[in-house]
Structure formats: C-alpha cells, structure tokens
C-alpha cells in the first residue's frame, strides 16, 4: 500500500511539472511574439500600408498584423477585416484600443 501511495504522489508531482513547464512556455511565446499585442493596441500603428485593414485572429483577438499569416497561439489563418471591425471585436474581447 505505501509502494502505491508513493507511486501516486510521485506522479502528481510530474504532472505539475509538466503542467508548470507547458505554462511557461506558452507564456515566453505570448511574450516573444511580435503579433501578439498587449496594453493598449494602437490599430492605426499597426496599419502599416494604411489600407484601413488589418490581418485579426479570429480566436485570439489581440493577434493582430498588416501582413497574411497565421496566429503563434492557435495556429489559425488571420483574417482580413477592416480598422473599424478589428476595434469592435478587441472592445467585445476586453481588450483596450487607441482611440
């Protein structure tokens, strides 16, 4: 009974590692990728070419760029909307925009 009880606790604590580890590196990629936007997100900025469009994940609405690409988080193919669209659903999301 104690080998099994042993056995258990010892698995616990991989699993926490493990589930530590995978928290971090996700957060290090959040943090690393240019894409990814945090604090007040400036549309106008990131309009580099200034077409009035921006490439917006359509999951993690903060994953913003000017140019096609796909999301560093989920992998998705961003999607073309206008300044106007891609400000409503960061507002929706809880996000800050530049006004």
Do not use: Y
Not at 14 to 40: C, H, M, Y
Not at 75 to 97: D, H, R, S, Y
């Amino acid at each position: 009974m104690a080998f099994k009880t042993g056995r258990i606790i010892s698995l616990m604590i991989v699993f926490v590692f493990l589930f530590r580890a995978l928290s971090f590196a996700q957060e290090t990629r959040k943090e690393s990728n240019p894409i990814v936007r945090q604090g007040v997100i400036d549309l106008k900025a990131l309009d580099e070419n200034k077409d009035g469009k921006v490439f917006q994940d359509q999951m993690d609405w903060n994953v913003i760029s000017d140019k096609p690409g796909k999301c560093p988080l989920c992998k998705m193919t961003l999607q073309e909307v206008p300044l106007e669209k891609a400000k409503e659903n960061l507002i929706n999301n809880g996000f800050k925009v530049k006004q």
